[in-house]
């Protein structure tokens, strides 16, 4: 793999997640995540929930290149601003979460930066998408149990718009390395199980 491609994933990968170590109480891993916490907030910078506004925007991603694109974007941007740690994201059809890591203004100029090259994209594109109300607003994360809740909320973002959704089945986002193998079998199993419920209510319904 080359040496842009080692820097842009290594950019992406998530900060806010403690290795497994089985040895460790759940004391011990719970004091390992609140150091990393404070060392972070240190070397770092704060971090933030960044979101753009669904309402009043266009739908942005609208076919399955336009979602890579987007990844390929923020993985750019990434690597173009080393400065801002993406610690976990999600791109919606008309919006975008993200948790990152820095300086408010340097998150700031990341977005503006993927802003900039997504504006490119679209006029390349002959879309007529128009990112006037794509705009973004920043919440500041200032403790280790509100990191964790944003970081679930943006990773089950699109399970909120459509419940047939699981973590592993929306692939325009890092929610899926958040979750081990065992729990995304669990999860497949609910699926099943909600799909089943599903047919059923319907097959009801047509009788009734």
Known sequence: MPASSRSE?????PI???VHRP???FADAENDCLRIFHETLMSRGPFWHLCTPGEGQQVIFSSRDDFEYGMLLMAMCAFDCPEVRIITFELMANHVHAVLCGRKDDCEAWFELFRKRLRLYLARSNSGVSLKHFRHGLIPVESIESLRSHIA????????VDSMQTPWSWPYGANGFYFMELQKQQYSCAKTFIRLRHCIRNINHRQV
């Open 153 to 160: 909320y943006v990773n089950r973002n699109m399970f909120l």
């Open 23 to 25: 040895r460790l109480s």
């Open 9 to 13: 994933m290594a950019a992406l990968i």
């Open 16 to 18: 806010a997640s403690v």
